[in-house]
């Protein structure tokens, strides 16, 4: 195919035609001015800080930046996903949260990835609810996972609000715009079904197009087809088939470079599929024996916090797993999602509800979280009447999920 289209600038499209403005950013305009507004009035809010969560993609820490921007304001960001510990965070948090910057200007301070910080994390979280309490300065948090493990005390503390997925129609405005301004050929049914596959993640919208863009110099709809469909399983079920069919160490080890999932869960679903993939004795248990080595190094890295390490752990899970075997085995294996992790997410999908429906009771009775949870056993009994029912579904607003669940508590 003879390629007409030739880049001229090598940046990524997500850098290249990152919003410039708020107005620019693509997402719930509601959502946008609820932050904006927020940051605004910090000093006559009820909370010191913000908490945005949504799917990884959407713009959350975008967003953050271009808020900063329009109010006039310094951004001081820290990942807490890097800066782990108590300790760190008070080296690194403890002096921006009450001193203004050399400029003069206020600070909007940004703590990205919050949920990122396990319960092994020495206090991490704990340090950031107390750094809330003490700062002079609007505080907004991202997280993909607001109510993850260890997040109760920070949300307590925080105004919480959900970034949601963009709207396929806006995404596929901002795609057709971009190959306009490119100047790339395009079918308007490919860039829909790019927008579509997209989920939501204008990043992985972007990426698409210019990954077509590069490589064929137009976008056609059977160049999309080609693409497959986003699947973050498939992802991983093919990343499977590479360690496990191939000897090649760089095979291996690039396998998991494109996975979008974490060091933890991609663990899980290794160590679950090597006895379905290694029949012999001897591979199994040296497969086996690879992912315990990984296990440790994955245990020194948190409580040292060593993130140096993670390296290793994937080299082990990729490339020492692949290798592990005496030689390729042959025909189609039925790789499977990893038990623990679905026993984790039905818990935590139980968990959520469970939460979601005190915070509502509690609310309303002006009680605790934990005492509002002791009533929902009585809110069950008396939803067994109709007109009760009615009334308590409509003082609480609650949804129909919400419902079901009171029910079979």
């Known amino acids: 195919m003879k390629i007409s289209y030739q880049m001229s600038d090598t940046r990524p499209w997500t850098e290249k035609y990152r919003p410039g403005t708020v107005k620019e950013f693509r997402g719930s305009s509601k959502t946008v001015e609820k932050v904006l507004n927020w940051v605004k009035n910090w000093d006559n809010q009820k909370t010191d800080a913000l908490l945005l969560h949504g799917e990884p993609g959407i713009g959350k820490t975008t967003l953050v930046g271009l808020v900063a921007e329009e109010l006039g304001l310094e951004i001081f960001e820290t990942n807490a ?22 400029t003069g200007r206020k600070k909007l301070i940004l703590i990205d990835e919050v949920d990122g910080m396990s319960s092994r994390d020495r206090g ?110 498939k992802d991983v079920f093919q990343a ?22 974490n ?11 090597i006895p379905k993939e290694y029949k012999k004795k001897n591979d199994l248990a040296e497969a086996m024996d690879v992912m315990s080595k990984a296990d440790v190094f994955k245990g020194r890295m948190v409580t040292r916090q060593n993130w140096s390490l993670l390296k290793y752990v994937y080299v082990l899970m990729s490339a020492g797993v692949s290798v592990s075997k005496e030689e390729k085995y042959r025909g189609f294996t039925r790789y499977s999602y990893p038990s623990k992790i679905k026993k984790m997410g039905r818990s935590k999908a139980s968990r959520k509800k469970r939460k979601d429906i005190s915070l509502k009771v509690g609310k309303k009775l002006h009680t605790s979280v934990s005492t509002a949870t002791d009533l929902i056993p009585f809110l069950s009994i008396l939803m067994e009447k109709e007109d009760w029912k009615e009334n308590i579904v409509e003082h609480l607003d609650l949804t129909e999920d919400e419902i079901k669940f009171i029910k079979n508590f």
């Open 124 to 233: 991490g979280k704990s340090q950031i609810s107390k750094i809330i309490n003490k700062t002079k300065f609007p505080i907004i948090m991202t997280a993909n996972d607001a109510y993850a493990n260890g997040m109760q005390s920070i949300r307590r503390k925080s105004n919480v609000v959900q970034l949601k997925k963009v709207h396929t129609n806006s995404v596929n405005s901002r795609l057709k715009e971009i190959a306009e301004k490119e100047g790339l050929e395009y079918e308007k049914s490919a860039v829909k079904s790019i927008a579509r596959r997209a989920g939501g993640d204008m990043r992985a919208a972007l990426n698409d197009l210019q990954s077509l863009a590069e490589k064929h110099g137009e976008v056609t709809s059977d160049l999309v087809k080609e693409l497959g469909y986003r699947d973050t399983e």
């Open 81 to 102: 996903s890097d800066v782990r510990t108590k300790k760190a965070l008070q080296s690194s948090l403890e002096q921006a949260v009450q001193q203004r910057s050399l």
């Open 240 to 261: 499977l088939k590479l360690i496990f069919k191939t000897t090649n160490i760089s095979t291996a080890k690039n396998a998991v470079d494109g996975v979008d999932e």
């Open 263 to 273: 060091y933890d869960t991609l663990f899980e679903w290794i160590r679950e599929n």
